[in-house]
T-cell receptor, first 115, second 114 residues
């Protein structure tokens, strides 16, 4: 158990809908990262927040957004869902920002299925 | 930009065979290096990491990796694999002082036959 929690574990929804994925980082970690893992794209970095502020953006679609709240939990919002958004969404956390001796610890993931 | 390549997409071994999974990265500066493992249906778990010092790093479950700076490589090794090592293995790189995030390799699927 990494100490990173994600809810829900599974999510089934329809195209065009909007969903929210939630992540709670390890105690003491200020950075939260979101990743998408799919069969064809592998593990793709989406976005990072550090202490409530967006720190880095990766391959995140405009239909997706995220935020980190004062209690440091983070939410990833996916809207206008398409079939191709079906994937495993992982959250990871670390103490601070990348560029120092950081280690990311991953949560169990949320499996999203868009029908 | 950084990139990480992993030599093999799928490796099949018999139990007790030795394992070496290749990882190369492209970045000329100082890096932190990681190997993560993802067992079937589970999340990524840290196997080992290199920040500085001895380039031969020992991790959990008998795994080790060697950082060869001149070759931009960080290969993962295990002398004798077990069926329970069946998993997907990801190499990751984080460039220090670059302000960029972790870059993961495409992964290598290891299948160990009993």
């Amino acid at each position: 158990d990494s100490g990173v929690t994600q809810t829900p574990k599974h999510l089934i929804t329809a195209t065009g809908q909007r969903v929210t994925l939630r992540c709670s980082p390890r105690s003491g970690d200020l950075s939260v990262y979101w990743y998408q893992q799919s069969l064809d794209q592998g593990l793709q970095f989406l976005i990072q927040y550090y202490n409530g502020e967006e720190r880095a953006k990766g391959n995140i679609l405009e239909r997706f957004s995220a935020q980190q709240f004062p209690d440091l939990h983070s939410e990833l919002n996916l809207s206008s869902l398409e079939l191709g958004d079906s994937a495993l969404y992982f959250c990871a956390s670390s103490v601070g920002t990348s560029g120092t001796q950081e280690t990311q610890y991953f949560g169990p993931g949320t499996r999203l299925l868009v029908l | 930009a950084q990139s990480v390549s992993q030599h093999n997409h799928h490796v099949i071994l018999s139990e007790a065979a030795s394992l070496e999974l290749g990882c190369n990265y492209s970045y000329g500066g100082t890096v932190n290096l990681f190997w993560y493992v993802q067992y079937p249906g589970q999340h990524l778990q840290l196997l080992l990491k290199y920040f500085s010092g001895d380039p031969l790093v020992k991790g959990i479950k008998g795994f080790e990796a060697e950082f060869i700076k001149s070759k931009f490589s960080f290969n993962l090794r295990k002398p004798s694999v077990q069926w329970s090592d069946t998993a997907e293995y990801f190499c990751a790189v984080n460039a220090r002082n670059y302000g960029q995030n972790f870059v993961f390799g495409p992964g290598t699927r290891l299948s160990v036959l009993p």
